[in-house]
């Protein structure tokens, strides 16, 4: 359960995020594009928590495995179609829902593009969706195949991790 004050913020942002979202979807369908449609230079950031981020600043490959939660997928934000004080409330809110007492600690910030430049041995194309969800309207997946070993997850986890620039979430 969120506090009163978090909570009250997170359903404001939600609600900003929709509008924020709609208006998207009308200017995409305008330009009569798939406002699912994830390319090339916009910014996707993987909400960070601890255990994510090492002592230096550096990221852990942890903050991009899959685990039985995320399925086959990486979860992210859709980074450069909404503010960021948007997602960090997102990311407050899933840290208070996680049992596990992990603390939010940031972002870490990669371009699409960069996606296509991880090369796998079964030639799997890395590559984004827009998947909404009701929480966040601007959430992505980067889909994975499904039973490969960890060593492949691992190895795409590290990729992700050379790729990443790390954001850190300092409370005001």
Known sequence: MLPRQQCGAFLNCSFELWLRF???VFKALARLQ????????DLLAKELFSGHVKKSGG???????INGKSAFGISTDRWSKAPERLFVALGLASATRRKDGS??????RFDTASLKSIKLED?????????PTLRNPFHADIPLPVDKGDDYYLYVATELVARATPIPYTPS
């Open 22 to 24: 709609i208006a998207y």
């Open 34 to 41: 798939s406002p699912l449609t994830i390319r090339d230079g």
């Open 59 to 65: 990221l852990t490959p942890s903050a991009f495995l």
């Open 103 to 108: 603390k939010f600690k940031g972002f870490a």
């Open 123 to 131: 030639s799997w194309q890395m590559r984004a969706l827009g998947v």
